[in-house]
């Protein structure tokens, strides 16, 4: 942890990590810790309630994340795409874990404080951050950092049209902060996180906004965040942007240190992700055996949130009743898992009629005929 500003506060030697003084901030920071863990320790998957979800460290597998991007960048049709891109080469393929994003390789000697990572839709940005901020607040990883805030354009979009100071948001974001002063912002090691930049709908303007170099000063949504990716707001933070392929270009590159790829599973954590998510090692070997025999579904895996809905479908079908073929195909898949959804939806809010396996195969052929017919 960083050292807060106190008559205790000595300066360290350059390169030394400063070690806070100021029991009252520590115990702030400390405090922090705690609510950020609480918040994301879990997760909650499809009709899950809120606060019943499933531990993230249980079921989350490592990803296969690249330092560099795609010669080709698709931002039309992510899914459609899938097999072309998974067969793209990579300018400079180099694996690199995820809580290591901020660290140079072996052969860089540039100082990393901006970086941007790109993924298609339901790649596993969001777990990722997710995982990261979990591992700082238990902890585990990137420990040099004092502070790590976490913001999601979804909700920065909420306030886009009204006045901020950098502190304001974080006091009115994460209470747990508000006795954090500006002052002790200025000595702390810092590192915001801001997901989803295909959410945004902020005025992100890098050339013609105003410059800010106050923690205090209020301004617009927009400005703050180009200020604080510019390095004009607190100049030694850490900042990682989050974002789908196509809006990434709201950031200029000149202004990103290090661009990432989630590029999704790899065959063996495709595997690892089923094992996790299906506790019984028999069945979770059935659904991998299954997969391998289709190779879209296959191809498809590669997307985390493509094997949560295969894993939904072939655990309901392999521990009930029913009788059939399992789903080879896209349309299958994901018309039996739109049926699944229903059932579950029923048994949460309808206390009335329980829909029988026999039910549900005959609505699973009629939904796959109307879905063919639709060219789905």
């Given at each position: 942890?960083?050292?807060?500003?106190?008559?205790?506060?000595?300066?360290?030697?350059?390169?030394?990590?400063?070690?806070?003084?100021?029991?009252?901030?520590?115990?702030?920071?400390?405090?922090?810790?705690?609510?950020?863990?609480?918040?994301?320790?879990?997760?909650?998957?499809?009709?899950?309630?809120?606060?019943?979800?499933?531990?993230?460290?249980?079921?989350?597998?490592?990803?296969?994340?690249?330092?560099?991007?795609?010669?080709?960048?698709?931002?039309?049709?992510?899914?459609?795409?899938?097999?072309?891109?998974?067969?793209?080469?990579?300018?400079?393929?180099?694996?690199?874990?995820?809580?290591?994003?901020?660290?140079?390789?072996?052969?860089?000697?540039k100082h990393i404080?901006?970086?941007?990572?790109?993924?298609?839709?339901?790649?596993?940005?969001?777990?990722?951050?997710?995982?990261?901020?979990?591992?700082?607040?238990?902890?585990?990883?990137?420990?040099?950092?004092?502070?790590?805030?976490?913001?999601?354009?979804?909700?920065?979009?909420?306030?886009?049209?009204?006045?901020?100071?950098?502190?304001?948001?974080?006091?009115?974001?994460?209470?747990?902060?508000?006795?954090?002063?500006?002052?002790?912002?200025?000595?702390?090691?810092?590192?915001?996180?801001?997901?989803?930049?295909?959410?945004?709908?902020?005025?992100?303007?890098?050339?013609?906004?105003?410059?800010?170099?106050?923690?205090?000063?209020?301004?617009?949504?927009?400005?703050?965040?180009?200020?604080?990716?510019?390095?004009?707001l607190l100049p030694?933070?850490?900042?990682?942007?989050?974002?789908?392929?196509?809006?990434?270009?709201q950031i200029p590159?000149?202004?990103?240190?290090?661009?990432?790829?989630?590029?999704?599973?790899?065959?063996?954590?495709?595997?690892?992700?089923?094992?996790?998510?299906?506790?019984?090692?028999?069945?979770?070997?059935?659904?991998?055996?299954?997969?391998?025999?289709?190779?879209?579904?296959?191809?498809?895996?590669?997307?985390?949130?493509?094997?949560?809905?295969?894993?939904?479908?072939?655990?309901?079908?392999?521990?009930?009743?029913?009788?059939?073929?399992?789903?080879?195909?896209?349309?299958?898949?994901?018309?039996?898992?739109?049926?699944?959804?229903?059932?579950?939806?029923?048994?949460?809010?309808?206390?009335?009629?329980?829909?029988?396996?026999?039910?549900?195969?005959?609505?699973?052929?009629?939904?796959?005929?109307?879905?063919?017919?639709?060219?789905?």
């Open positions: 942890m960083e050292s807060p500003v106190g008559e205790h506060y000595q300066v360290p030697l350059p390169g030394t990590p400063r070690r806070p003084a100021d029991g009252g901030l520590q115990h702030v920071l400390d405090e922090y810790k705690i609510s950020v863990r609480r918040r994301c320790e879990h997760v909650t998957e499809g009709t899950d309630e809120a606060g019943s979800g499933t531990l993230l460290n249980r079921i989350y597998t490592e990803l296969y994340i690249t330092e560099g991007q795609s010669e080709e960048v698709n931002t039309q049709h992510e899914v459609r795409q899938l097999e072309k891109t998974s067969k793209m080469k990579i300018v400079h393929e180099t694996p690199i874990k995820c809580h290591d994003i901020f660290k140079a390789l072996p052969d860089q000697q404080r901006v970086v941007l990572t790109n993924g298609v839709a339901g790649v596993g940005k969001t777990f990722s951050v997710q995982k990261f901020t979990l591992d700082w607040a238990e902890g585990l990883e990137n420990q040099d950092v004092s502070l790590l805030i976490l913001f999601s354009f979804r909700e920065l979009n909420l306030i886009k049209d009204e006045q901020y100071s950098l502190l304001m948001l974080l006091h009115v974001f994460h209470p747990t902060l508000q006795k954090v002063t500006a002052e002790q912002l200025a000595v702390c090691k810092l590192l915001f996180i801001f997901d989803g930049l295909d959410e945004s709908r902020l005025s992100l303007d890098f050339y013609n906004s105003e410059v800010l170099s106050d923690v205090t000063q209020k301004s617009s949504v927009n400005v703050l965040l180009t200020n604080l990716i510019k390095g004009n030694s933070a850490l900042v990682w942007i989050t974002s789908r392929p196509a809006a990434a270009s590159p000149g202004y990103v240190d290090r661009l990432t790829e989630v590029r999704g599973f790899t065959d063996a954590q495709k595997e690892e992700y089923f094992r996790r998510r299906v506790s019984d090692e028999d069945l979770s070997s059935r659904i991998i055996s299954h997969i391998k025999t289709s190779r879209t579904l296959h191809i498809m895996c590669q997307i985390p949130v493509f094997c949560w809905i295969t894993a939904t479908v072939l655990d309901h079908m392999l521990t009930t009743d029913q009788r059939g073929e399992l789903p080879k195909t896209l349309t299958d898949l994901y018309s039996h898992f739109l049926l699944v959804q229903t059932k579950r939806k029923k048994q949460k809010y309808d206390e009335g009629h329980e829909t029988s396996p026999q039910e549900l195969m005959e609505a699973d052929r009629e939904a796959s005929s109307e879905a063919g017919e639709a060219g789905v």
